[in-house]
């Protein structure tokens, strides 16, 4: 789903629920009622009926599975996921949940490949509180990528090539000077010397 947001456009954050508590379910998509930013696409008590679901859809921003459940538990359904990317959409974050606590359980959640773990009872706001973190820490890491992007197609379009040695030096001096204008007008004290420590060179050999 598309919201207007200020006269720009933003979709909608999906989550998708598994769990055998009904009550835990209406109380996670009340909370998400009074919010604009997310929406449920599917909540089953059923572990077997939700991964038919599942298979249905495009894409799921976050998955909260419960790991004990009558017919497939938590762990397995993880794992059929994992295993079987091809069946399914993407899943951009996937959190574990259960009352048990113990080393065996957070060991079986993380070889699972579950991205985090959430101890019942919670606040359903706690839930969503993750939730907005990791989507800024997603955003954070595209932003990341897309500079990194950028700044291999300007040393491509000024015909540097990427097999001299000084090519990596370029980049490195581009990336921090991006993320540090104070380095533009200390070029040869502060820039050259924080490369050649990286690459554990000199500055004279950075220069």
């Given at each position: 789903?598309?919201?207007?947001?200020?006269?720009?456009?933003?979709?909608?954050?999906?989550?998708?629920?598994?769990?055998?508590?009904?009550?835990?379910?209406e109380d996670?998509?009340?909370?998400?009622?009074r919010r604009d930013d997310i929406e449920i696409c599917g909540a089953y008590t059923s572990s077997k009926e939700a991964l038919l679901r599942i298979k249905q859809l495009n894409h799921i921003d976050m998955l909260v599975v419960e790991l004990v459940l009558p017919d497939l538990d938590g762990y397995e359904i993880i794992r059929e996921i994992k295993e079987n990317k091809d069946s399914y959409p993407k899943i951009e974050i996937i959190v574990a949940q259960s009352a048990l606590v113990n080393a065996s359980v957070l060991e079986m959640v993380n070889k699972s490949g579950a991205n985090l773990f959430l101890q019942k009872p919670y606040k359903i706001q706690s839930l969503f509180n993750m939730f907005n973190s990791l989507n800024e820490d997603s955003k954070s890491n595209k932003e990341e990528i897309d500079l990194e992007k950028r700044i291999t197609k300007i040393l491509h379009d000024v015909g540097i090539p990427a097999h001299i040695k000084?090519?990596?030096?370029?980049?490195?001096?581009?990336?921090?000077?991006?993320?540090?204008?104070?380095?533009?007008?200390?070029?040869?004290?502060?820039?050259?010397?924080e490369i050649a420590k990286k690459y554990k060179t000199t500055g004279s050999r950075v220069e």
């Open positions: 789903m598309i919201i207007a947001t200020g006269g720009a456009y933003m979709k909608k954050k999906s989550i998708f629920i598994i769990n055998e508590s009904q009550k835990l379910i996670i998509k009340e909370e998400v009622q000084g090519y990596s030096y370029l980049r490195t001096a581009i990336y921090c000077s991006y993320n540090n204008n104070d380095y533009i007008g200390q070029v040869t004290k502060v820039l050259y010397p």
